[in-house]
């Protein structure tokens, strides 16, 4: 008879709780990461001031203010960009018209006339001074493919008209743009 109750009692106890999985889960979470597209771009330098030129003459931004051993080596180079973006980014250049006086437009060959200027920029490795990428006033690839966090570094020249109209100081901007790498 205690057999028999102990099995009643047992019986409606297993009947009275219920059965669940203690142990399962009821949720579950998916965290998601996503990284921007951020484009940014910073220069080492903001300036270059050259000084007093001469006609016809040939002027280097670079760290001695020389001509730089070919192909172009980093230690000659006078800037370095940085890519402080999130993604790989191809870097532009350009250069508005000079002011000051009557001006300098920008030559869009190697070759400035009366009252132009002739402007271009070169990167380690660019093979001389002809390979070097000739700066007017729209956008022309300096950098192609440039990593997130990557740097290159660069150097300018400028050339003069063969003759000047005035004596007023001139000064132009060159403008670096960042676009996606393409």
Do not use: H
């Amino acid at each position: 008879m205690k057999r028999k109750l102990l099995l009643i009692l047992v019986a409606v106890m297993l009947a009275v709780i219920p059965i669940t999985g203690v142990f399962a889960a009821t949720s579950a979470v998916v965290t998601i990461t996503a990284t921007p597209t951020y484009i940014a771009i910073t220069n080492s330098e903001a300036t270059w001031a050259v000084g007093t030129v001469a006609a016809s003459s040939t002027y280097w931004w670079t760290a001695d203010d020389l001509a730089p051993a070919e192909p172009f080596e980093d230690g000659d180079m006078k800037s370095t960009i940085t890519n402080t973006g999130s993604v790989a980014i191809d870097v532009d250049i350009k250069v508005a018209a000079f002011t000051g006086g009557v001006g300098w437009t920008i030559s869009t060959d190697d070759s400035p006339a009366e009252g132009e200027i002739s402007v271009r920029a070169g990167i380690t490795g660019t093979a001389n001074e002809a390979a070097m990428v000739q700066v007017i006033t729209t956008d022309n690839e300096l950098v192609g493919s440039l990593a997130a966090s990557g740097t290159k570094l660069w150097c300018m020249e400028m050339e003069t008209p063969a003759s000047f109209t005035d004596g007023v100081a001139k000064e132009g901007v060159v403008t670096l743009t960042a676009t996606i790498d393409s």
